[in-house]
């Protein structure tokens, strides 16, 4: 089973994720998880990216397209994945159709999560998560127990460097003008399915029936 999750920022891609891959047992690709674990390195490198993913903007075409294809090579992605994050640009999307064709793979699904904007940025300015072991948190939909610590590690959450109201802004900016156009390209090849609700559980559901 190979997926791509498509939606704007905050729609809920991680979450849902979480919950396909482990009902398929298919490895999870989430780029901006990747680039967030590279953006923590103490090096120039670290600092670049940092700065590049607090301000909304995209990392650029050709490093996110080595970076996934090395991730599709690895022995985990033999029994399937799920793209959480790429491809975002229409060349992305050019350059997965020939990663896939040399792996001889197919996709077998593009799912497009909606959602109301004005819930995408409540949901995005009450996310919380923990720098030290990255367990996501969200206040109103799923707190932690103690007020501000991770129920994992004890660790002070934070909120993520591009979840301020401005980045967010910004965010959804850069998915209207450079993302949403994917859901043609997809549709085009016949392979989008536009999966709408609130709740993840109805969402998945609707994914998985259509999957069968
Ligand atoms: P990335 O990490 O991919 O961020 P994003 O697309 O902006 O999406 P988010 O992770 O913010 O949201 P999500 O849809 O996963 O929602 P979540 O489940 O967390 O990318 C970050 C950056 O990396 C980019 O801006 C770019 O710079 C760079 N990048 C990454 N990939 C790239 C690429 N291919 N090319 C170039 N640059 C790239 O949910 C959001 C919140 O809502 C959470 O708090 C959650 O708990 C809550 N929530 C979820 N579901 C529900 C629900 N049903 N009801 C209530 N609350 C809910
Ligand atoms: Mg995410």
């Known amino acids: ?26 490895a999870h690709i989430s780029t901006g998880d990747i680039l967030r674990n ?6 120039e490198e670290g600092a670049r990216l940092k700065a590049l993913l607090a301000s909304g903007a995209l990392v650029s075409d ?7 294809c090395n991730r599709l090579s690895k022995e985990d992605c033999r029994k399937g994945f799920l793209l959480d994050g790429y491809p ?30 004005e819930e995408i940025i409540k949901r995005l300015s009450a996310r919380r998560v923990c720098p ?24 002070k959450l934070v ?3 591009d979840d301020k109201p401005e980045t967010i802004r910004k965010r959804l900016q850069v998915y209207v003008q450079q993302t949403a156009p994917l859901a043609e ?17 109805e969402i998945l559901g609707k994914i998985a029936a259509e999957l069968k």
């Open 1 to 26: 089973m190979n997926i791509i999750l498509l939606g704007p920022p905050g729609v809920g891609k991680g979450t849902i994720a979480k919950m396909l891959v482990e009902r398929y047992g298919i």
């Open 38 to 43: 590279a953006a923590a390195e103490p090096t």
């Open 62 to 68: 050709g490093e996110m397209n080595e970076l996934v």
């Open 88 to 117: 975002r640009t229409i060349p992305q999307a050019e350059a997965l159709d020939e990663i896939l064709e040399s792996m001889d793979a197919a996709l077998d699904m593009v799912a497009a999560v909606e959602v109301p904007e």
């Open 132 to 155: 030290k072991c990255g367990k996501p948190y969200n206040l109103d939909f799923s707190p932690p127990k103690r007020e501000g610590v991770c129920d994992a590690c004890g660790s």
């Open 159 to 161: 909120l993520r460097d």
């Open 185 to 201: 390209y997809y549709r085009n090849k016949k392979l989008l399915f536009v999966a709408r609700g609130l709740t993840s559980e």
